[in-house]
């Protein structure tokens, strides 16, 4: 922060900044300082500051200058409380208070020398007053009495100095010219250290070619202490000059250095890049060893310019000429343009503006040809009776009306307009440059024959959705795409797209379906579920069915007692049992684990161990994979159906599962999954077998279907036609509660879905696990509450 400086002389007070330095201390105006009694024009000193620290430099050698009682032979510091005596005129005081300096000029007072002591006449007699006890001559054995006291005295203070004073090593380097420690008590120099008392002192140095070093140091009482210093260099003084002289920018190793007030920039010592920038020049660079310590150097650059000549021309001429959106001139024209790649645009009246790119290199002259600028566009103002017509000049499309054209003008240009339904119109135009030209064309209307019928005979005809009667006659139409609807209630609706032909008439005949054959005719005969499952239509037809055996049948169980079934709703039935891999996109931690020394786990077995609520559970999911409505909602931790059941996945109703089993694809219903007799003469499943004889009692007599436990889905061929698995492998879960339905064999029971509640759920079909009569049977019916490793399931839906 600057200082504000306060000045006192026979003039009186005033105050001036610290830019007004350096100060001339003189004998009469115009000095800053004027000191009385000073022979006028002499200057006896100046007052300047170097890297902020004022000194005193001498001026006329013939004023004598004393500097706090030491004579001035050069620059010399001043601090706070200097006094600096000018010949015998004046006196200069030098105070500091904080930011605040004063400087004030007195007359010189010399000092008053004390008065003689008068001499001794030794012939004087000595003379006693009375009553006087004071001898003639003074005692000599009080005078060193008084010498002794004051040497103990002395040696005192000097203990005492010993005992408090620290050693204090000072090491500045490099090693200054002048160096100076202030404090309120000077230090004792003692064996190469400096004994100092604890207190604050500041330590100045000066070096040529360095700062000045003004260190504020503290000695405490915690013993000896080191204090080291080291004096910055100077950076050189670097002149620079550009040729041509203008005005620049310098980068010191990629930085800017900015000149100081003497026009020289301060360049640290060593090798350095400089670089010259310049708004109009390129770029000039030099490599220099910069001396440093505050020493000149001088260095010159050359500076080439970084435009090239531009010479254009236009026809005609006086176009305007902008140069990257800013005006330039106008043609002919020549110009400077900088280096780079430029946008030019040239303008005129009546006349199409052109533009282009133009790349400049520096130190260039373009000469480029001439600029033509072609006449202006006229234009046509289109519309078109009806609107929307499409439109093309001299054969190239244009849009559709309305719409404003540009033409070029002083030729004759050929229209042509179309639009469906409507005779084509062609028109000859012409405009003139910028003249705007409206026309409206009308497009007559162009007809074709439709001879539309339809069965049943009254069903209604739309027309684009507006009913025109009866769906047979004759109709005249416009040559466009037309929808024609045919409908009659309790039908579905068929949409036909007809577009008439003028020149030819059409005939259009339709037979309506009614919405029971519309929705069969739309139910895909496959359908797939997430994971890549495969489930078939099943269309059960309308005749009913038993379910169950008849008491006579072999292996009969008690809980087979017939019932007479008929399904209604078509239905969707998996291909195959769920698998592994299945089941796990929607449970990954599920282990099916292994059973009889055989693995259940692998990708493409069927997944068991899987209670009917997780199965219910995995239902859902993939309905909600698919945008279905789900089949079941969560009560509690069990799942219940939603009722009245919907299109969601879900587990086969027990009448699906035994229509498909026993009904699906055959002339009569079937005792086995097999055609014949038990047991099977020839490998038709996976069953207990002769490989899991060591641990199951009822095993298939003589039949080896190569698998222990599980095997791969799809690993035997269908039955019925379309299903795999369906009655042996694992058992399956079935939706049912489960239950027993005896007298039931006369009573039709349409659709059933089981019992709304109950403890146990049906499962069906064989196992593995299974090989009697009894198992093997079609119509054999078992329950379950819990998972087992020979129990699985697969999926259903209804179609619609």
């Not at 040497?151 to 200054?176: C, D, H, K, Q, Y």
């Not at 400049?360 to 929307?388: H, K, N, Y």
């Not at 069927?606 to 009917?612: E, G, K, L, Q």
Request: glycine content about 10%; hydrophobic content about 40%.
């Amino acid at each position: 922060m600057s200082r504000l400086y306060f000045l006192q002389d026979s003039r009186g007070d005033r105050q001036v900044a610290e830019a007004a330095l350096p100060l001339q201390v003189a004998g009469d105006e115009p000095a800053d300082l004027v000191v009385p009694g000073l022979e006028p024009g002499t200057v006896a000193a100046y007052i300047a500051l170097s890297d902020g620290h004022p000194y005193l430099q001498p001026g006329d050698e013939a004023v004598s200058l004393f500097h706090n009682h030491e004579r001035v032979t050069g620059s010399c510091w001043l601090k706070s409380g200097d006094r600096v005596q000018i010949g015998d005129a004046g006196m200069l005081l030098w105070q500091v208070k904080g930011d605040q300096v004063f400087i004030t000029i007195d007359r010189f007072v010399p000092p008053t020398a004390p008065p003689p002591t008068p001499p001794v006449d030794s012939k004087l007699p000595a003379v006693n007053l009375p009553g006087s006890t004071v001898p003639a001559s003074p005692p000599k054995r009080t005078g060193i009495r008084r010498g002794v006291l004051g040497l103990m005295a002395l040696l005192a203070l000097v203990a005492v100095f010993l005992l408090v004073a620290v050693p204090v090593s000072i090491e500045v380097e490099p090693t200054p010219d002048a160096q100076a420690l202030h404090g309120l008590v000077p230090g004792v120099p003692l064996a190469g250290r400096v004994l100092l008392l604890p207190g604050e002192y500041r330590l100045e140095a000066r070096l040529e070619g360095h700062h000045d070093l003004d260190q504020a140091l503290e000695v405490g009482r915690d013993g000896p202490r080191d204090f080291r210093y080291r004096m910055e260099e100077l950076p050189g003084r670097v002149a620079v000059r550009v040729e041509p002289t203008v005005s620049y920018t310098l980068r010191v190793d990629g930085v800017i250095v900015a000149a100081d007030t003497d026009g020289s920039h301060p360049i640290e010592r060593g090798r350095h890049l400089l670089r010259i920038e310049t708004e109009r020049h390129l770029p000039a660079e030099a490599e220099i060893d910069v001396t440093g310590f505050g020493q000149s150097q001088a260095v010159v650059f050359t500076l080439r310019p970084a435009w090239a000549e531009l010479h254009l021309g236009s026809r005609p001429q006086g176009a305007t000429v902008e140069l990257d959106g800013a005006s330039f001139g106008m043609t002919p024209l020549t110009a400077e343009v900088m280096q780079g790649t430029h946008r030019l645009v040239l303008s005129l009246p009546a006349h199409k503006s052109v533009q282009f790119d133009l790349p400049v290199e520096a130190g260039t002259v373009l000469r480029l040809d001439e600029v033509v600028l072609p006449p202006a566009d006229g234009f046509l103002e289109l519309a078109s009776t009806p609107q929307g017509a499409t439109v093309t000049v001299d054969g190239i499309y244009r849009g559709t009306t309305p719409l404003r054209l540009p033409l070029v003008p002083g030729e004759t240009h050929r229209l042509q307009l179309a639009l469906a339904g409507r005779k084509s119109v062609d028109k000859a135009v012409e405009v003139d440059p910028e003249q705007t030209l409206e026309m409206t064309l009308k497009l007559p209307a162009a007809l074709g024959t439709v001879f539309a019928s339809a069965r049943p005979a009254d069903a209604e005809l739309l027309i684009d959705g507006k009913s025109v009667g009866r769906a047979t006659q004759r109709l005249r139409l416009s040559a466009r795409q037309h929808t024609l609807e045919f409908r009659k209630e309790g039908y579905a609706s068929q949409k036909v797209k007809v577009t008439p032909n003028p020149a030819t008439s059409q005939r259009i005949d339709v037979t309506l379906k009614t919405v029971a054959q519309a929705q069969e005719a739309a139910t895909p005969s496959t359908v797939s579920a997430a994971g890549g499952m495969q489930l078939r239509l099943v269309r059960p037809g309308a005749a009913p069915f038993r379910m169950g055996a008849s008491r006579r049948e072999a292996g009969r169980r008690a809980n087979e007692s017939a019932r007479l079934v008929q399904l209604t709703r078509p239905f969707y039935l998996g291909v195959t049992e769920v698998t592994n891999a299945q089941f796990q996109r929607f449970n990954a931690a599920h282990n099916s684990g292994s059973a009889e020394g055989a693995r259940l786990d692998g990708a493409d077995l069927p997944v068991v161990r899987v209670d009917w609520n997780e199965a219910a559970r995995y239902c859902n999911w993939l309905s909600s994979k698919q945008g279905l409505p789900e089949a079941y909602v969560a009560q509690g931790d069990r799942m219940v159906v939603v009722m009245p059941m919907n299109t969601g996945y879900r587990l086969p109703t027990e009448a699906e599962w035994a229509y498909v089993a026993r009904i699906h694809g055959r002339s009569n219903p079937v005792r086995y999954p097999w055609d014949g007799g038990y047991p099977p003469m020839v490998v038709v499943g996976n069953y207990a077998d002769a490989r899991i004889r060591d641990t199951l009692a009822d095993t298939v007599p003589n039949y080896d279907d190569g698998h222990r436990g599980a095997a791969p889905i799809g690993s035997f061929a269908p039955q019925p036609e379309g299903f795999l698995d369906l009655g042996g492998n694992v058992a399956e879960w079935i939706h049912d509660y489960y239950a027993v339905y005896p007298g039931e064999a006369e009573r039709l029971v349409t659709d059933p879905t089981g019992p709304a509640s109950g403890d146990h759920h049906v499962v069906r079909g064989a196992s593995w696990r299974f090989g009697s009569v009894t198992e093997l049977r079609l119509s054999f019916r078992d329950y379950s509450r819990k998972g087992r490793d020979d129990l699985g399931f697969r999926i259903a839906r209804y179609a619609r």
